[in-house]
């Protein structure tokens, strides 16, 4: 930049915008004065207050709880028993084949350990996977606005029907979906809050002004001694580039309409909320590799509630059962409204491999339908660079 000189002080040509104020010294000032811009939040008086619907606030109130049933609940009934299922043991090749694909797998392994190594051991410590689902659907309302282009205004013709009296699109179970639905006999119009019904805003950049100081001579309308300014052509400002000179831009919140539609927004979420138990398998594997493998699934019950699991051999799965389901009632019946449940058993596959390289004896793991590798301290790793 280039500093500020007074001595051209009335050499300034072209029309100065009216908005700027002349120093005793002829000068043009430098600044813009400041214009009042509109609130960026609506104002509470936007809102009417609407009849079921007097805690909805701009952002979001929060979930809305389901209104009592009009109808006795189904009570759930208990599953089926289930026989104990067990899963014949991975055989040597499989647990070969699927080591060396996972030697494979790593660019810094040798295969030979995983082609050459000595199987000495196996053994199988097959687990059990407890899974509930819960699958609910929560409502909450916030007062909405967008430009009004002709909509239908419907506010205060009848009364809007309850939250939970709105049809929404179905859902499919057990997948998560979301529907937003403007409330009928909600909708008003009123002017823009956020440039008081202008259609038009005054431009940040300039202050208002439609021009700024010119970046090349700093205001003076000169560059050196003589020599007037091209950029500016001696003004010493320059047309602001983002109001295109005007001083003001076309307001976002109501593109330049003027007013708004102003409306209740119900927004309705379908979750699918999942919690699983695995048994203890005593084998060395660490429980949360199992979280990325699939079992045989050995039982399925889906109601509208379920009933805890009775009669399964293992007393860990009985017991995991009867926890979660207390849980998932007492935590999304209160807010929410649910819609099914679902509850399985999977028995996953977990074979323990001693083997034999280099007279030294190691281990790895086959685990899951995927029959999926875990080995710590792999015997012949290198370190590779990429040149």
């Not at 908005?19 to 600044?31: D, H, L």
């Not at 560059?223 to 010493?236: I, K, L, P, V």
């Not at 509630?305 to 209160?334: C, T, W």
């Amino acid at each position: 930049s280039f500093p500020v000189t007074f001595s051209h002080q009335n050499r300034n040509y072209g029309v100065v915008n009216p908005g700027f104020v002349p120093t005793a010294e002829g000068t043009p000032a430098m600044f813009a004065p400041p214009t009042a811009e509109g609130p960026s939040a609506p104002p509470a008086s936007m809102f009417d207050s609407m009849p079921g619907y007097e805690g909805t606030i701009a952002g979001g109130g929060g979930f809305l709880p389901p209104p009592m049933p009009a109808h006795p609940l189904p009570v759930p009934e208990p599953g089926p028993e289930q026989p104990h299922w067990t899963i014949p043991s991975i055989s040597e090749d499989t647990a070969r084949e699927a080591f060396v694909l996972f030697a494979s797998s790593k660019c810094c392994y040798s295969k030979a350990p995983a082609k050459d190594g000595v199987i000495t051991n196996m053994e199988a410590f097959n687990t059990y996977r407890y899974r509930l689902e819960t699958f609910n659907e929560t409502r909450s309302t916030e007062w909405n606005h967008e430009p009004y282009k002709g909509q239908p205004v419907d506010a205060y013709s009848q009364p809007p029907p309850g939250p939970w009296d709105i049809p929404t699109k179905t859902p499919t179970f057990f997948v998560d979906d979301k529907d937003i639905v403007k409330v009928p006999y909600t909708s008003s119009v009123k002017n823009c809050h956020a440039c008081v019904g202008m259609g038009r805003k005054p431009c940040k950049d300039c202050a208002g002004a439609g021009n700024k100081v010119c970046w090349v001579c700093n205001g003076s309308g000169y560059r050196h001694g003589d020599d007037r300014c091209n950029h500016c052509s001696g003004r010493g400002r320059e047309n602001c580039s983002h109001c295109q000179g005007q001083g003001s831009r076309t307001c976002e919140v109501c593109q330049g309409k003027q007013q708004l539609l102003v409306y209740i927004r119900l927004t309705v979420k379908w979750t699918d909320n999942t919690d699983n138990y695995v048994v203890e398998q005593r084998s060395g594997l660490q429980a949360n590799n199992l979280s990325s493998v699939s079992g045989k699934e050995l039982f399925r019950d889906t109601q509208y509630m379920v009933y805890p699991v009775i009669g399964f051999p293992d007393p860990a799965v009985v017991g995991a059962a009867q926890r979660l389901v207390s849980e998932h009632q007492a935590k999304y019946s209160q807010t929410s409204r649910i819609l099914q449940q679902r509850q399985t058993i999977e028995l996953i596959p977990v074979t323990k491999v001693t083997y034999l390289w280099k007279g030294k004896s190691h281990i790895y793991f086959v685990y899951g339908n995927e029959f999926k590798v875990h080995a710590d301290n792999y015997p012949a790793t290198c370190c590779c660079s990429v040149m």
